[in-house]
């Protein structure tokens, strides 16, 4: 069975400060997609960024980015010039195809906080 | 674009009351998902669905049942409520698999069992 890692349970940066959250995840798949989400104090699920691990190229959507080692099996979300308004708990998910559904699994997420 | 709509957003039962909490997305998705959230953890799949009329067992289904009778609507029932199923519930919708068609999420129902 899959599973995704989160091993940060807190971290805590300074506005305009750069930030990198740290996921790692176990499959014996070869072909799979890995998730960064977000889940502010509202609650709502936001999709920050996605990863196909075909691609050796690594994600990009404007102040966040992914480094992603497929064969280390790590997937960590660097965001920079940290705003106010990425205060959230982040979660890494995992997608991939065993069992004939591709389901996302989630880690137990990693709660971030950017002061002023 | 209301996307998926959850209702409600709150609600308080006692223990062994049933209760539907209602999922609606207006996109057209052919999957739909459902999923608790448990303090300081991250979502459980409970069900899912891949069409109307097909259901299947996620990683945390005891004490739920779902049903899907239109492409629009994945309600998901409690029986008998239980303390332990005091979580939030979210619902979330996608146009294909998992990963190719990322899934969009309602903003979620807190319930609470006492």
């Known amino acids: 069975a899959q599973t995704v890692t989160q091993s940060q349970p807190e971290m805590s940066v300074q506005e305009a400060e750069t930030v990198t959250l740290s996921c790692t995840y176990d499959t014996s798949e070869n072909n799979y997609y890995l998730f960064w989400y977000k889940q502010p104090p509202s609650r709502q699920m936001i999709l920050v960024i996605r990863?196909?691990?075909?691609?050796?190229q690594n994600a990009t959507e404007n102040r966040f980015s992914v480094n992603f080692q497929k064969a280390a099996k790590s997937f960590s979300l660097k965001i920079s010039d940290s705003q106010l308004g990425d205060t959230a708990m982040y979660f890494c998910?995992?997608?991939?195809?065993?069992?004939?559904?591709?389901?996302?699994?989630f880690g137990k997420g990693m709660k971030l906080t950017v002061n002023p | 674009n209301a996307g998926v709509t959850q209702t409600p957003k709150f609600r308080i039962l006692k223990i062994g009351q049933s209760m539907t909490l209602q999922c609606a997305q207006d996109?057209?998705?052919?999957?739909m998902y459902w999923y608790r959230q448990d303090p300081g953890m991250g979502l459980k799949l409970i069900y899912y669905?891949?069409?109307?009329?097909?259901?299947d067992k996620g990683e945390v289904p005891n004490g739920y049942n779902v049903s899907r009778s239109t492409t629009e609507d994945f309600p998901l029932r409690l029986e008998l409520a239980a303390p332990s199923q005091t979580s939030v519930y979210f619902c979330a919708s996608s146009y294909g698999t998992g990963g190719n068609q990322p899934q969009h999420f309602g903003d979620g129902t807190r319930l609470s069992i006492l």
């Open positions: 996109m057209n998705h052919n999957y």
């Open positions: 990863q196909e691990a075909y691609k050796q």
């Open positions: 669905s891949v069409g109307a009329g097909i259901t």
């Open positions: 998910a995992f997608s991939g195809h065993q069992g004939g559904s591709e389901k996302l699994v």
